[in-house]
Every structure is written in C-alpha cells, then in structure tokens.
C-alpha cells in the first residue's frame, strides 16, 4: 500500500499518561511519529494531540481507532494535508556578526516572510512559520551563515471541514446522560 | 467529631459498595494498610490467599469468566505488580473484568527508585483497558467506581488502581457512587438500524450462510437469541475456542469449532459459504489461517460491540456496531425463515471424514498407550457433559476443548488469545469458587502445570474441590508436535524429567492415582468425581499422541492435516 504523511488529531480528557498510551499504539505497530504537539482545544478542559506518520492509509485507520478506543480519549481523526490547514514554527540562531556581513539580508528575510526576534552581539534568533518545506528552504539559506540551533516546532492542524465533530460528540454525550442512556 | 475513616478503609469500604464478596491476593509492604483493615472485613469481603500473585490473576480471571463477575486481585508493589502482568495481558487478549490493586510506595518517593517501586502504570498501560494511580485517600471511591464500571463494560477487560502508600493511610470522608457515565467511553453503543436491515437482507439473500459464535456472545449473554436467529433461519452454528458453550454441543446446527485444531467442517465450510456471519468475535490468526485465503468468496458481516476490531484483520461488507444480544435480537424478525438442508449437509460428509480419519483413531482405540483425546471424552461423559472445562494450554487444551461437550453456557475457561502455560490451576481454582456448584475438571499438561503449581497450597488452605487430570507424557508436547512436523523431528528442549505428582499432591493433601493403563482409566475417572474434594489422575500419556486435525500456521483455513501425512481432500465433500 502506498505511503504518506498522514496528520491524527486527538481529543482527549486532561489525565496524567495519556501521550503515553496514544505514543505506544504507533510503537507495537512499529511506526515513528514524525511530530507530535499538544496544546488545548476550542472546547474547556479538553486537550488536543497533532501527530504526523509516515504510514499507509489501512495501518493508520487501525490505529486511529485504537487510539479511540483508550478511555480518556473522546475521539480521534485521520487526515491527509489536502484536509486540513497546518503549520509549524522554526527558529533559527546564527551569529549575528555573519548576517552583518550579508548585503541581501533584508532581501532573505522578505522573501520567505520571516521575522527577527532578537538581536545580540553574539547572535540572531531569526523565526519562521510555515509548511516543512518552506522553513527548510529558508534552513538552507541561512547555512552559509553557520547556523548554530535549529529547532522546529511539531504540526498544528485545523480541519477545513464545516462539520466540528468534537462538539457534536459532546452534546450527544451529553444527551445521553440526560436521557439516562449511561450503561 | 469527624467521620473521616483510612484511605485502606475506603478501599474495602468501596469494594464492599461494588458487589465484590471475595478476592483474590498477597501481602507485602506497600499494601499493609490495606490488610490491615481487611482484618476487620473478612465476613463480608473473603480474602483467598495464592501462593504467587500470577495466580491470584488467573484466580481472578476463571472467577469472572464462568460468573460474569468482576475478578478481583489485591497484591503488593513492585515484585508483586510485576508478577500480576501476565494475567492483566491474559485478561486483556480474552476481555476478562478483573480489577487489580497494587500497592505503590508513597507519593513523596514516587520516582526515586525507592524499595518495591515500579512504574506500575507506565507498565501497565498498554496491556489493561485503564490504568490508574491513586496518590490521595479522597480519589479512591472515585477511582474504585470508575474501575468497576470500565471492567465490566462494553467489552470487558482488566483495570489498574496502583494505590500510594500514604493514600492508604491518609484520612478522608467516604461517600460511595457507582459510575454510570464516562464522557469519553460509550461502553454500549446505540445499533444503527440501517445495519441491521443491511445484514438481515445479506442473510435473506444468502444460500450457505454460517454462524461464528465467539466470547461475545457470552459475555453478552446471548446464547438463547443466537440460537434463535440459528434456527429461524436455518444456519449452521460454529464456535471459536472461547465461543465454546454459547450452543449446546447437541445442537443439530451446532457443526463445531473453528481453528487451527478445529473440527473439518467449520473450517473448510469457511472458504464454501457466501456468507459469514461472525458474533463478537476478532478473527484471530489462529481462527484464519492465511488472511489472504480466507473467506474470500463470502460476504464478510462483522456483530462486536468494539469497533476496532472491525477490518482489522479481515474486511468486512456489514458490520453492526453493539452489544451482540441486542444486535441478534434486533436481527431476529428481519430474517426470514429459510431451509439449508444441502448445505447443512455438506458438514455432515467433513464429519464423517473426522470420525473416520481422526476421531476414531484418538477417542476409541482399541490398544496401544492412552491417548489425550480419549481421556478428555471419557471424563466428559462421565460428568454427564455438565462439568465446566478448564485448560492450560497446549495440546490438553485442544484435546480437552475439542472433545468435551457443553451443555451449559458458560463451561469453558481457557486462555485463547495470550496462550499462557500455567494459566489453567489458578483459573480452576477460580472457576471453582465462581460456580460451587458445579463440577470443575481442569485438563493440565506436565509443563504447564509446574509453571504455578504452587497453588496447590490454595487448593490445600480452601479445601476446593478442582479435579485434576494431568496428561503427562514427560514432553512439551505441542512443541514437540511442531518440531516432528516442522523441524525435522530434532526434540530441543522438549523432554521432560518430572517428580511425582501423585507424591507431590498427597503433600498437599490431595488425593491422587496414577492412571497407567486404559483399563484403569474408567474407574480413575469414577473414583475421582466421587471424592468430595480436590483429586489429581496422573496420566500416562503416549508422548508421541498429536493433535489433529490440523492447518499448519500461516496456511490457508481449508489446508488442514489428517495425520502427519494426510491431508484434507475439499474434494470429497463436493
């Protein structure tokens, strides 16, 4: 079956272990997770999970439904990046007397719509947000300036979908309750 | 004047709360608060003392599987919670409730590496259906009703309640609530009616439609509306192992069990029906064979109340998402009455070749040393097919599973999906003091009854009548079954030199006979149900007695061994 990036978002209650129990499912199935971020949700009290894995389709829906299946977890979702807008972070630290050198600097910084967060004497932390791709591009630009840090944030995600599932699963939950239909 | 009582007293006051009136367990160091209150709780909450904490699991777990009930474990930290690890994958793989307690040391030494810690959740987590740690007296009912309604909800599994030390000391008020309501958990999900018009209409079509009958249907207590459907419709019923007892074995459309050491029938019948209808159930490697053989001229229709399990290993055309008594009941006036007489047949002609080819050979021969399949019917019969089986694993398990007969839900406790050695004492011992009044006959092999023979010293302190009957050919016999038709014959490892059992059991006050010859087979048999009390028939197996029929693993389910030499002709049933 054919490979990609595949983007899984969780939804779950805020309980001590559950990166733990989400991370194992792609452990037994031999899958590494490409990014991980966790953050709230929209919805109080409610976390959220953004992981990317290289898998086919088939191996993925399992796991979605696996992760679904963990107690605390209200509910999971598989998408492709033609689903969903995301985006990550990078930031950058290069020495600062290198850039001053650099006549196009202005140029550099334009063009992949990249910002500066601090200047030092010793160093530059430039930042840039965008799709992997694109923060990589600016990654070899800067190289002949001898980077000396590099980190990039995990993907963040939202569905372009008109339909919030999460919300709808809640209130029907909460209907249930009300109705009685807890067993 | 407060009424604040101990985080220990909390605990047993809310198992007390749960229904619980027994469990299973060990002292030890992080969990003597907890003992210590027991002390002043043992006539409304009975303490059965193992030998070893593995067994108070499978204890647990023959309890819970022939009651309904929730099995519960109290055990200690570290060592103690390490050992309960089998039994919670044993638990897991078989969706058995069991709520275990481990104690852990105090909160304030929690990552310390401090005496008898182990991270018991981190460990814990992927092989239980939740897993909690307990740091303040105040969570414990919290936590204890939230445990008892995961266990045994949806589909059931094992729960963790890793208990602090100072949680057991610490003070709190006690008010007890059951849990009824998960947000994040829908133990019992609403059944589209849609699927179940879809599925009725796949029955309706159908020409050699077939039943699976697995653990679901019991756990459901769905037996009555399985035979139902069954009937009206005219389907062939077969089991898996665990399925074994959801239809009586003298059912006319009862036509056997499914698998590797399956009945003939069931498993070719796989690959000739157009349709399959499987009932909680998860297509276990051991049920398909290759995947990629199986069923494929069949529509696929999936009945489980979990839905991971549907496409998992086999793709489905229907699923109907739910508990399986509902879903059946639901099903019931949809389907319309139908007659299947040429395909019922066909099971009857694979019988045929079973009775003749193998049955025949390994239940009634006419000399030679005695042969495991021949015991396990004898005793059956003789318990009038009313007895509960209990299995270890290996070849006593199938021998024992495959020519038992059931007459009563609920008659059989094995360990399917873990395959553990050394499951089966224990879960006697349990499934003893789960059904009293029922005769337990617990089919062992040499192996696997050394690997927690220590219970015979629960059987000594409980007086529990188990009857044992240990097919000992002095070999790891299934092993050496692979290894005379898979490896060249070469016995690595597979020999066994034993004590003996009939010394060791009379050291434990039970009585015992060795059974060496068929002639004393029968009136063993006798003597042994007729004691009141636990007894061990020490039987001398012919080591060189292999389990047929047989699809070798990773073949497809109709490639199935005769003998070690003969195969099934699907020919012959045509």
Redesign the interface.
């Known amino acids: 079956m054919e490979k990609q990036l595949f983007t899984v978002t969780v939804f779950s209650e805020n309980q001590v272990g559950l990166l733990n129990q989400i991370s194992i499912i792609f452990t037994r199935r031999g899958l590494n997770i490409e990014s991980l971020s966790v953050s709230p949700s929209s919805i109080e009290g409610i976390h959220k999970f953004t992981i990317t894995c290289f898998s086919d389709r088939e191996t993925m829906e399992k796991v979605v439904k696996q992760i679904e299946k963990r107690i605390d977890v209200l509910k999971s979702f598989l998408y492709t990046d033609d689903e969903i807008v995301y985006q990550e972070i990078a930031l950058y630290k290069v020495p600062t007397d290198k850039l001053l050198d650099e006549k196009n600097l202005e140029i550099i910084i334009r063009r992949h719509n990249a910002r500066i967060l601090e200047i030092t004497r010793e160093y530059t932390v430039i930042e840039k947000s965008g799709h992997s791709d694109e923060t990589e591009a600016l990654f070899e630009e800067l190289k002949r300036y001898d980077i000396r840090q590099f980190v990039r944030s995990g993907r963040v995600a939202i569905t372009k979908s008109p339909i919030e599932y999460v919300t709808m699963f809640i209130e029907e939950q909460a209907r249930r309750r009300e109705e009685g239909i807890t067993e | 004047m407060s009424n604040k009582i101990t985080g220990a007293e909390a605990l047993i006051k809310s198992l007390i709360a749960e229904g619980v009136d027994r469990v299973f367990g060990y002292p030890g160091g992080a969990i003597i608060p907890v003992y210590d209150k027991l002390y002043d709780y043992t006539s409304q909450l009975k303490h059965i003392l193992v030998r070893h904490e593995q067994g108070a699991t499978h204890a647990a777990q023959g309890y819970a599987r022939v009651s309904g009930r929730t099995g519960v474990v109290i055990v200690t930290s570290g060592p103690a919670a390490t050992n309960v690890i089998t039994g919670l994958s044993d638990a897991l793989m078989d969706s058995t409730p069991m709520v275990v307690i481990t104690g852990q040391v105090a909160s304030s030494f929690l990552g310390s590496d401090a005496f008898q810690e182990t991270d018991v ?2 460990i814990t ?2 092989i239980t ?3 909690y ?1 307990i740091r303040r007296p105040e969570d414990i009912s919290w936590a204890v009703a939230r445990a008892f309604y ?1 266990a045994q ?1 949806g589909r059931p599994g094992p729960v963790v309640l890793d208990l602090a030390k100072d949680a057991q000391t610490g003070l709190t008020e006690w008010v007890h609530k059951k849990c ?9 999900p ?1 059944i589209k009616a849609e699927d179940v018009q879809a599925v009725a209409k796949l029955i309706n079509e159908s020409q050699r439609p077939m039943l699976i009958s697995g653990h679901g249907v019991m756990i459901s207590g769905a037996e009555k509306e399985l035979a139902n459907l069954a009937e009206k419709a005219d389907i062939p019923v077969t089991s898996t192992l665990l399925g074994l007892s959801t239809i009586p074995s003298a059912h006319p459309l009862y036509k056997g069990m499914l698998g590797m050491h399956g009945n003939i029938g069931p498993n070719v019948n796989t690959n000739r029906c157009d349709l399959l209808i499987a009932v909680g159930m998860r297509f276990d490697d051991r049920v398909t064979g290759d995947t990629t053989k199986y069923a494929r001229q069949a529509k696929i229709v999936h009945i489980d109340i ?3 399990e ?3 290993n086999i793709k489905t055309d229907a699923t109907i998402h739910g508990d399986a008594r509902e879903a059946l009941s639901l099903l019931l006036p949809l389907v319309k009455e139908a007659k299947h007489n040429e395909w019922l047949e066909t099971f009857a002609r694979c019988d045929e070749v079973e009775q003749e080819k193998v049955v025949k050979r390994e239940v009634f021969p006419e000399s030679g040393p005695m042969n495991m399949g021949e015991v396990a019917y004898k005793v059956s019969k003789a318990t009038g097919d009313r007895a509960i089986l209990v299995t270890d694993v290996g070849q006593n398990q199938m021998f024992s599973s495959r020519y038992f007969r059931y007459t009563e839900p609920r008659s059989i406790v094995t360990s399917g999906g873990l395959g553990t050695m050394g499951f089966g004492l224990p879960a006697a011992i349990g499934a003893k003091m789960g059904a009293p009044d029922r005769t337990v006959c617990f089919f062992t092999g040499d192996g696997g009854l050394q690997m927690t023979i220590q219970e015979l010293g629960t059987i000594l302190e409980y007086g529990t009548d188990v009857k044992i009957i240990l097919l000992n050919n002095n070999f790891l016999g299934n092993v050496r079954q692979w290894q005379l038709l898979f490896f060249n014959g070469r016995f690595s490892q597979t020999p066994m030199i034993n004590p003996d059992f009939v010394q060791i059991a009379n050291a434990y006050g039970i009585k015992a006979e060795n059974v060496e010859t068929r002639e004393q087979l029968d009136g063993a048999i006798q003597r042994m149900l007729d004691h009141n009390g636990a007894y061990l028939l020490n039987v001398n197996i012919d080591p060189t007695d292999m389990i047929f029929p047989m699809t070798p693993a990773g073949a497809a389910v109709d490639t199935i061994m005769l003998n070690a030499s003969e195969k099934f002709d699907p020919q012959q049933i045509k």
Do not use: L, N
């Not at chain 2, 009824?180 to 019992?188: G, M, V």
């Open positions: 959740v981190g987590q992927p259906k939740w897993a740690q995961i909800s009824t309501y998960i947000r994040s958990y829908i133990p019992y609403r979990d839905s991971s549907f496409d998992k």
